[in-house]
């Protein structure tokens, strides 16, 4: 037993010593006070992170870099890995490959870490007999952060007033302290797992406005939803993964433009000829389960006009856009780890 | 030892501070350890000053005018501190609340440095004070037959200040418990268990091994007379390597699962 304590401190001292003496004392030092300098400084850089659970990868071989000065939506469906990804760029899960560094470093590594990185994870994760006040004085003080900046954050989350214990909180309510936690030590970068959950509509707006703000600060900004149509209001950057691995690390604009697209619905009283006549135009004509045509590559005008001149009967045309949502459900379609029983694909595209 | 004075160390133990006193559950522990141990103890030597006269020789020969007030009442506020040690670690597992105290200090031995340092210091603060209150209360008793004695007496103080220690061994012991259990109820369980059942299954096996847990331990401290009624019960010297073992088996466990695991 003298063995493992001996170990133990002598692991703890000699720790000490190379974060002191070693090289990354030095870049820690300019880190802290010229963040901007630092290479990978107010960003999340992640290389080939693998995070097992057995047999089951929970993240695979993830890479991909979060920069300032932007919010970046970090999406995928339930299971996909978002939150095991933010909690091994915390240090609070290892990975069992790769890595993940924050303004250059491991997070372990940092030493007052919640001036550089703020996070919010779960907010329930508070003691529900606690006051709002006492769970930041906590949090505060291991960072040695003002107890000054404790009423500022309950200001901008619109806490300020609150009494009394955690527990009676409502969530969007708890959500606004887990935002005043992470904003505490009013930190360069910020992750905030689903965030909007539980927040009324003007809580909603309230974040997307603050989030939009803290990036135009300067400041790194990683937001996971597993809502496309949250994400597209508020993210200019988009990282999509699926069942642990990356599927698209795009703007925002461009993921929209290319997957977006639109069709033409037809049915016709003799589908064939027309199938062909627009092909012969241009068209890419797909032939639907119950005979109708699904038609892109031309105007909704012209297919009329086309079906006219030939004397085809039009018995419908309608014009389709795929929702941002299925748009989502396409590309994360395979990555999907609990699909319900039996979805009815209507739009085939 | 630099991991104790590092500044992030000591960040590390205000903020666990900050923790333990806004909690309503800490007062109340510290309310009902109080109140038990010393209202019982002074009962208890209150009603042994009334009867001793009518006690047998035998009786009377084993009379512990210091253990005696650490009966019924001690146990409950050695029960009670054990389970705030638990609590500090275990609610923080529970509610999550583990992941920001880890984020906000990673290098996790310093929480568990930070959190033996506060629960260990408040444990022993509140087990010395109701270790003398209980004595000087159950002497004024005991004085109305002459039956008290006094610090400078043999053993006493050794008894009266291992009784109030053994309370922030019993608490560090639980913290320990409480990093490896991650579970309230769980923890809870675990120590109690290893407070009341040790002692009957190792007791059982040998009396050797019965001298080797926690409460004979406490039993062995907080006596005075020479002539143990009890043969199994070990000397204080030993009683201090049997919690000296204890805390460094367990805190041995939680240093290296509270690193290994994942939050």
């Given amino acids: 037993m003298p063995v493992v304590i001996a170990v133990w401190l002598g692991d703890g001292i000699l720790r000490t010593v190379a974060r002191r003496n070693g090289g990354g004392a030095r870049a820690m030092v300019v880190a802290t006070f010229w963040p901007s300098l630092v290479r990978g400084a107010r960003m999340i850089e992640i290389h080939d992170l693998t995070k097992r659970h057995g047999p089951r990868a929970v993240v695979d071989g993830l890479s991909f870099t979060v920069r300032p000065g932007r919010v970046t939506g970090f999406l995928g469906p339930n299971g996909a890995g978002k939150s095991t990804t933010m909690r091994m760029i915390l240090g609070l899960d290892a990975p069992t490959s790769g890595t993940a560094l924050v303004v250059g470093e491991r997070y372990r590594d940092l030493r007052r870490p919640l001036r550089q990185v703020g996070a919010l994870l779960d907010a329930g994760a508070v003691h529900p007999g606690r006051s709002a006040r006492a769970h930041l004085a906590a949090i505060a003080a291991a960072n040695r952060i003002p107890?000054?900046?404790?009423?500022?954050?309950?200001?901008?989350?619109?806490?300020?007033?609150?009494?009394?214990?955690?527990?009676?909180?409502?969530?969007?309510?708890?959500?606004?302290?887990?935002?005043?936690?992470?904003?505490?030590?009013?930190?360069?970068?910020?992750?905030?797992?689903?965030?909007?959950?539980?927040?009324?509509?003007?809580?909603?707006?309230?974040?997307?406005?603050?989030?939009?703000?803290?990036?135009?600060?300067?400041?790194?900004?990683?937001?996971?939803?597993h809502l496309m149509s949250e994400m597209a209001l508020t993210a200019d950057h988009l990282v999509?993964?699926?069942?642990?691995?990356?599927?698209?690390?795009?703007?925002?604009?461009?993921?929209?433009?290319?997957?977006?697209?639109?069709?033409?619905?037809?049915?016709?009283?003799?589908?064939?000829?027309?199938?062909?006549?627009?092909?012969?135009?241009?068209?890419?004509?797909?032939?639907?389960?119950?005979?109708?045509?699904?038609?892109?590559?031309?105007?909704?005008?012209?297919?009329?006009?086309?079906?006219?001149?030939?004397?085809?009967?039009?018995?419908?045309?309608?014009?389709?856009?795929?929702?941002?949502?299925?748009?989502?459900?396409?590309?994360?379609?395979?990555?999907?780890d609990y699909r319900a029983g039996s979805i009815e694909r209507t739009h085939q595209s | 030892m630099s991991i104790l004075t590092a500044p992030t160390t000591r960040g590390a133990v205000a903020s666990e501070w900050i923790k333990l006193r806004t909690v309503r559950s800490t007062a109340f522990t510290v309310l009902v350890a109080v109140l038990a141990a010393v209202l019982v103890g002074t009962l208890d030597d209150t009603s042994a000053a009334n009867n001793y006269a009518s006690w047998t020789p035998a009786q009377q020969r084993s009379f512990d005018p210091v253990r005696y007030g650490f009966s019924g009442g001690f146990y409950v506020a050695v029960l009670a501190v054990g389970t705030l040690g638990v609590l500090s670690a275990s609610s923080e597992y529970g509610t999550g609340l583990i992941r920001t105290t880890f984020a906000a200090t990673p290098r996790r031995r310093q929480v568990l440095i930070a959190k033996s340092l506060v629960t260990g210091g408040l444990s022993l603060a509140v087990g010395l004070g109701v270790a003398f209150a209980t004595f000087f209360l159950g002497q004024n008793s005991l004085s109305a037959r002459h039956l008290d004695v006094g610090l400078g007496d043999p053993h006493v103080l050794r008894a009266v200040v291992g009784a109030g220690t053994f309370l922030a061994v019993f608490a560090l012991v639980g913290l320990a418990v409480g990093v490896v259990v991650r579970r309230s109820a769980g923890g809870v369980a675990l120590l109690f268990g290893l407070f009341f059942i040790a002692p009957m299954v190792f007791g059982a096996l040998s009396d050797t091994l019965g001298g080797w847990t926690l409460q004979t331990a406490f039993e062995s401290l907080s006596t005075t007379i020479t002539l143990p009624p009890d043969a199994a019960r070990p000397s204080a010297g030993q009683a201090v390597a049997v919690c000296a073992v204890h805390l460094v088996v367990a805190f041995a466990g939680a240093a290296l699962l509270i690193e290994r695991r994942d939050a």
Avoid at chain 1, 171 to 186: I, S, T
Avoid at chain 1, 192 to 197: A, H, K, R, T, Y
Avoid at chain 1, 323 to 331: P, V, Y
């Fill in chain 1, 147 to 225: 107890p000054s900046r404790i009423d500022e954050v309950l200001g901008l989350t619109g806490l300020g007033s609150t009494r009394g214990r955690v527990g009676a909180f409502s969530l969007g309510m708890k959500q606004r302290l887990g935002v005043a936690a992470a904003l505490l030590g009013d930190p360069g970068i910020l992750m905030l797992d689903e965030p909007v959950n539980g927040l009324d509509p003007e809580g909603i707006h309230w974040i997307r406005t603050l989030m939009r703000e803290l990036a135009a600060e300067g400041r790194t900004v990683l937001v996971s939803s």
């Fill in chain 1, 240 to 336: 999509i993964i699926g069942k642990g691995r990356l599927i698209a690390d795009t703007p925002t604009a461009a993921f929209l433009k290319n997957t977006s697209r639109t069709d033409i619905l037809v049915r016709a009283s003799r589908p064939q000829e027309l199938r062909s006549l627009l092909m012969s135009h241009g068209a890419q004509v797909a032939v639907e389960a119950d005979g109708a045509l699904a038609v892109t590559g031309l105007e909704p005008h012209i297919v009329g006009d086309l079906a006219a001149a030939a004397r085809i009967g039009v018995h419908e045309l309608t014009v389709r856009s795929a929702s941002l949502e299925e748009a989502f459900m396409a590309i994360t379609g395979d990555a999907v």
